[in-house]
């Protein structure tokens, strides 16, 4: 439940449910034209979408006529010479698109026969199409029922919502998608388009939305409470933190190597690993922490270093062998068959797996 001033007080649902009804009237009477939107036919469509990734809707009309102009159909697009097609491209940058454009091009010819697939899944699969473009097509050209969420429709929609969560975590976009797909009206293309619009147009980025000309200014919520422009969050994942790890391979005179047991909690808990602690020791603090820990060396030498990457933490290993030991305990010393049926140590330490594998075979 929602509650804004002026007594508002309505449910997600509520909200939603009434958008449809709002954006396209809104749309009928104040959408731009522009040259895509006359004819969608499927390719104009995605050539047109491909173009306004990364591209302001001022810069591609240009040369989107012209681009049409030189491969009318999906057919002179895919037969053309790369360069030709570049040439055409030129002044647009990102020439990955027009390269996977032509790739797009070349496998609807040969798998659907020059016809541009009429599905969410197919379009989806082609080079250069991900969920919002193929969304985008499917809808506008074919009015199958299925969202386009792009970044003006996450922030429409977390303002109208009045919503903090972050953006950028996928998870919150899928919501957004089941949501919007819940409330697809049958104009569907024109819908998704109204959204879009709306972003572009009256909810702006960056500076204040123009609420007071907002066709969904009675519904929102995140106007209501005053707190439209600090909508939607995006928050960056945290740089992963470094760790660096000494880890030590003892091998006991009966050729066991030793192992031990992380904490309960925290990063791989309660699993088996090779014995170690934060930080870069020496090799007289290494053979100091082992000695604190009840096991005579002699002397270690150096062993491979090896780095993994956990999602938040990396972690930075440099290590010291150590042959010949006594079996002391609070360690387990374990043989190579146990190592391979019982001990499983996480694959952070797979670094370590080619010298353990040797230090035991031998
Ligand atoms: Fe965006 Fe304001 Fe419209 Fe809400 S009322 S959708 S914040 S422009």
Redesign the pocket.
């Known amino acids: 439940m929602l509650a804004g001033k002026e007594g508002i007080e309505l449910e997600d649902r509520e909200v939603l449910a009434q958008l449809p009804e709002l954006l396209l009237r809104w749309y009928d009477g104040s959408a731009r034209v522009l040259p895509w939107r006359e004819n969608p036919t499927p390719y104009r469509v995605w050539v047109s979408e491909i173009m306004l990734q990364q591209t302001r809707v001022e810069a591609v009309k240009p040369y989107y006529e012209r681009f049409l102009s030189a491969f009318p159909t999906v057919e002179d697009l895919a037969k053309a010479p790369v360069d030709r097609v570049l040439k055409m491209w030129e002044g647009l940058g990102y020439y990955n698109r027009v390269r996977n454009l032509q790739k797009g091009a070349q496998v609807v010819m040969e798998r659907y026969g020059g016809q541009v697939p009429a599905s969410f899944e197919e379009l989806r699969s082609l080079p250069g199409i991900g969920d919002y473009t193929a969304g985008a097509i499917a809808s506008i050209a074919f009015q199958i029922p299925v969202p386009a969420v792009d970044g003006n429709v996450l922030r ?1 929609i977390s ?2 919502l009045c919503r903090r969560d972050n953006i950028l975590d996928p998870k919150v976009k899928g919501r957004m998608e089941k949501e919007i797909r819940e409330i697809l009206p049958k104009r569907v293309g024109d819908f998704n388009q109204s959204l879009m619009e ?1 972003g572009a147009m ?2 702006l980025p960056g500076g204040p ?3 007071l000309l ?1 066709p ?2 009675k519904i ?1 919520q ?2 209501a409470q005053g707190v ?1 422009q600090e909508l939607p969050v995006k928050t960056k994942p945290k740089p992963r933190k470094k760790e660096v790890r000494t880890l030590f391979l003892l091998l006991s005179k009966e050729g066991r190597l030793a192992l031990w047991k992380r904490p309960e909690k925290g990063l791989l808990a309660g699993l088996w690993e090779l014995p170690g602690t934060e930080g870069k020791l020496t090799r007289e603090q290494g053979e100091a922490f082992l000695g604190e820990r009840g096991l005579k060396v002699g002397t270690l030498s150096p062993g491979p270093k090896a780095k993994h990457i956990f999602s938040h933490v990396e972690w930075h290993m440099t290590c010291w062998v150590g042959e010949n030991m006594e079996e002391a305990p609070g360690f387990t010393w374990v043989t190579g068959q146990e190592l391979r049926e019982s001990c499983t140590l996480p694959s952070a330490f797979k670094g370590y797996f080619p010298a353990i594998g040797q230090m035991l075979e031998n």
């Open positions: 429409v303002r109208v709306l009256v909810c939305p123009k609420c907002c969904l200014g929102c995140g106007y439209a």
